[in-house]
């Protein structure tokens, strides 16, 4: 197994993030790997991608958090990452429009829930490194 290792994360003025994480060189060998996650991340989350350096066998991200933009989202939309892939089968009813009082606002719930990940750096980079882990592996 190949570990990938934090070694700074900074947050300041809740909206911008840095990030220095070391991953296997096995990974780094190449950057498109990085970037292409990055892309698809970007498109996913209420998270800018400011800035961004590949080393050999780590690489530094800058980002930032655009919290308003995910509140102002529909509960679909709000779905983009979790939700139909990962969610509990109330959710995927809800969807549906299989649902009935309890079970509709037990999904909106949860819904919500998953909105306010969408704005959460950490969850950003967990979904990078998740990823990047997998390739490693």
Same mark, same amino acid.
């Given at each position: 197994?190949?570990?990938? /290792? ?24 190449? $950057? ?11 498109? #996913? ?5 400011? $800035?961004?350096?590949?080393?050999? %066998? ?25 939700? $139909? ?13 299989? /649902?009935?009082?309890?079970? /509709? ?12 990940? #969408? ?17 490693? %592996?």
């Amino acid at each position: 197994r190949h570990p990938i /290792t934090i070694v700074s994360v900074v947050v300041f003025a809740e909206r911008f993030c840095v990030a220095r994480i070391i991953i296997p060189a096995r990974i780094m060998s190449s $950057a498109a790997i990085v970037v292409d996650r990055l892309a698809v991340l970007v498109e #996913l989350f209420a998270i800018d991608l400011c $800035a961004n350096a590949v080393m050999s %066998n780590h690489y530094h991200v800058v980002l930032k958090v655009d919290r308003a933009r995910a509140e102002a989202w529909s509960l679909g939309e709000g779905l983009a990452v979790d939700g $139909a892939v990962f969610g509990p089968l109330v959710v995927k009813r809800w969807l549906r429009g299989e /649902t009935v009082d309890a079970e /509709t606002v037990k999904a909106i719930e949860i819904v919500e829930s998953w909105r306010s990940r #969408l704005f959460d750096p950490g969850r950003f980079m967990k979904c990078l490194n998740e990823h990047l882990a997998r390739k490693a %592996n």
